[in-house]
């Protein structure tokens, strides 16, 4: 019930289009919905927050759409250019009796070509 | 700006040998997770301390155990090493318990032959 499920498993785009990545969730605790962005060597950045309260959340190219109802996410990325090549993560946060726990969907990998 | 520090970055063991993994926190931030990233995979979570007290438990061997410092660094310690151990270790911290942004370390990659 903590999974967070993510597709697709990778993703090839032109430049100039239009990346979405999908994720879903089961467990409503669920109060913080991070995507995160890895470049390979490197750790993963977090790219754009929301929370469960905003449909919609929008920074520069990126912008995260929340269905609550659906349980569902997802990011689009605007205009993808090459340099957006990377693998991001979707996540979610929980509070457990220890404390806040952040859970990765399992990726997906964005090439954007030239 | 001050980042997650950790090291050693690259570290390559032997079977059954232990190794030590080091992560110095953004200064201020109070939390330390760790997190463990095999090829291709996504991050999964070993644990997390607040205040230098465990605070949750994730998938962490009993073989691995870690805790915070005074001055809130945090060590990873893996004993009995397996090849199934090699991958890259993350350290991230936040700030305040209730912050949701996790700020991650380079990683240390760790080899077992």
């Known amino acids: 019930q903590q999974q967070v499920k993510q597709s697709p498993q990778s993703l090839i785009v032109q430049k100039g289009g239009i990346s979405i990545i999908n994720c879903a969730y089961e467990?409503?605790?669920?109060?913080?919905f991070p995507w995160y962005q890895q470049f390979p060597g490197k750790g993963p950045a977090l790219l754009i927050a929301?929370?469960?309260?905003?449909s919609e959340k929008k920074e520069g190219r990126f912008t995260i759409s929340f269905n609550k109802s659906a349980k569902q996410f997802s990011l689009h990325i605007m205009d993808s250019q090459p340099g957006d090549s990377a693998t991001y993560f979707c996540?979610?946060?929980?509070?457990?009796?220890?404390?806040?726990?952040?859970?990765f969907g399992a990726g997906t990998r964005l090439f954007v070509k030239a | 700006a001050a980042g997650v520090i950790q090291s050693p970055r690259h570290l390559i063991k032997e079977k059954r040998e232990t190794a030590t993994l080091k992560c110095y926190p953004i200064?201020?931030?109070?939390?330390v997770y760790w997190y463990q990233q095999g090829p291709g995979q996504d991050p999964q979570f070993l644990i997390s301390?607040?205040?230098?007290?465990q605070s949750d438990k994730g998938s962490i061997p009993d073989r691995f155990s870690a805790q915070q410092f005074s001055d809130y660094h945090s060590e990873l310690n893996m004993s009995s090493l397996e090849l199934g151990d090699s991958a890259l270790y993350f350290c991230?911290?936040?700030?305040?318990w209730g912050s949701g942004e996790l700020f991650f370390g380079e990683g240390s990659r760790l080899t077992v032959l």
């Open positions: 991230a911290s936040s700030l305040d």
């Open positions: 467990n409503t605790a669920f109060d913080y």
């Open positions: 929301i929370r469960p309260d905003v």
């Open positions: 996540a979610a946060r929980v509070v457990n009796t220890g404390g806040f726990k952040t859970i």
């Open positions: 200064p201020r931030h109070d939390t």
């Open positions: 301390f607040y205040e230098k007290m």
